[in-house]
């Protein structure tokens, strides 16, 4: 099946700082990935669309220049974190598109501790 | 409304048990469905993808689609303890679409 990897896995940070996360498709290209965000014990809530080549597109209330995408390739995207605050703790899951736009896989999430 | 609805549980449930877990939708556009399984802490596995109404096997699961009724739903047969975790459906036209998620546990 399609494998779809994030790193770090978990990161802890100072508030202030800015943190990158890196999601890729490891044996498919993902003309499309999307960026999650989930706190504790509820759903996932998707922040952004990212498309290659061109600029992502942020759902409502996600401030985009807060949460920097960039989706420099097939299989790679990245989704930055600037000047994290505590409220910015959270799990953020990328997903990336198949061939066949109806199948999305996940990666393994990032944990993303701000102190 | 929501697009797509599905009770969050708790779900409670003894090893062995068969499981059922349902999402709703509204949205007739949808075509093609999925069920993704959460562990804790980690990101959502496809487990099931069907684009038909009717059934799908695999293995200890059935996915069911009933486009008439606007109703999906997964059965785990033989529930085990492994399977203890939050299932999520999903539904695509175009753009995805995900219920909130159940929780399951089984109980040894």
């Known amino acids: 099946g399609a494998v779809v990897s994030q790193h770090p896995s978990w990161v802890i940070c100072k508030s202030g700082t800015s943190v990158k996360i890196e999601c890729r498709s490891l044996d498919f290209q993902a003309t499309t990935m999307f960026w999650y965000r989930q706190f504790p014990k509820q759903s996932l809530m998707l922040m952004a669309t990212?498309?290659?080549?061109?600029?992502?597109?942020?759902e409502q209330g996600v401030e985009k220049d807060k949460f920097l995408i960039n989706h420099a390739s097939l299989t790679l995207s990245t989704l930055t974190v600037t000047s994290a605050h505590p409220e910015d703790s959270s799990f953020y899951i990328c997903?990336?598109?198949?061939?066949?736009?109806?199948?999305?896989?996940f990666g393994p999430g990032t944990r993303l501790t701000v102190t | 409304q929501k697009e797509v609805e599905q009770d969050p549980g708790p779900l409670s449930v003894p090893e062995g048990a068969i499981v059922s877990l349902n999402c709703t939708y509204s949205?007739?556009?949808?075509?093609?469905f999925m069920w993704y399984r959460q562990y804790s802490r980690k990101g959502p596995e496809l487990l099931m993808y069907t684009y038909s109404s009717g059934n799908k096997e695999d293995g200890r699961f059935t996915a069911q689609v009933d486009k008439s009724s606007k109703y999906i739903s997964l059965f785990i047969r033989d529930s085990q303890p492994s399977d203890s975790a939050t299932y999520l459906c999903?539904?695509?036209?175009?753009?995805?679409?995900f219920g909130t998620g159940t929780s399951l546990t089984v109980i040894p």
């Open positions: 997903s990336a598109r198949t061939g066949n736009r109806n199948e999305q896989y």
């Open positions: 949205n007739s556009a949808f075509q093609y």
């Open positions: 999903a539904m695509t036209t175009d753009q995805f679409y």
């Open positions: 990212s498309n290659e080549g061109s600029k992502a597109t942020y």
